[in-house]
């Protein structure tokens, strides 16, 4: 895919050559999707071999926020093929308001806990809200450090996702609801989560 700069100071853009008809010239950066599957693909390593090793290998047992865990690092598994669906030509065979959803569904999920926290936590240090200090509730440096590896975690992730998103939609033409659609059903897969767990 041959990459030019607009001008001196400009980031890099791609040129798509299957870019959607009546798009002016199909323009779009695709590192956030590359991005995505180095990164994530590297924590559901890291955490699958954490899994296996403490629950298949050791002696951990295989109760049910094992299997929850195990669940969820399965999910952002598919997110690490999700990413470059968007950008790679085999990505073509799917729909591409699927894609689309996919890329809006992934952001949002991965945006929605460290957005929820933040917002949280700026409550308890205003006085308008009050928790127990734990967890969220935590506003020692301990819950502060959990904030920050939660955006590293999730955040970032969620951000390069939008970024990837609107890449697809530029290249791809798609119209309609999709971004909304995705980012419902991603909330919601969330919230599933969170209640499984709690």
Not at 34 to 46: E, H, K, N, P, R
Request: aromatic letters at 10%.
């Amino acid at each position: 895919m041959p990459c030019f700069r607009a001008t001196d100071s400009a980031r890099p853009f791609c040129r798509d050559p299957g870019a959607g008809p009546g798009r002016a010239g199909g323009f779009t950066a695709v590192w956030p999707a590359y991005a995505i599957a180095a990164t994530v693909g590297l924590f559901v390593v890291v955490v699958g071999a954490l899994w296996v090793g403490g629950h298949v290998i050791g002696a951990d047992p295989l109760d049910d926020t094992a299997w929850i865990v195990l669940g969820a690092t399965l999910l952002r598994a598919a997110t690490v093929a999700l990413a470059p669906a968007g950008v790679q030509g085999w990505g073509r065979r799917f729909p591409a308001p699927l894609i689309e959803a996919g890329h809006w569904g992934a952001a949002a999920a991965q945006l929605a806990y460290p957005l929820a926290e933040l917002v949280a936590k700026l409550l308890v240090l205003a006085g308008l809200l009050e928790l127990p200090a734990r967890g969220i509730g935590d506003m020692t440096s301990t819950g502060w450090f959990n904030l920050a590896a939660a955006w590293l975690v999730f955040g970032v992730p969620g951000a390069l996702f939008v970024a990837a998103a609107r890449s697809h939609r530029d290249r791809r033409g798609v119209r309609g609801s999709w971004p909304l659609i995705g980012a419902a059903v991603g909330v919601l897969a969330l919230l599933g989560i969170g209640v499984l767990l709690g």
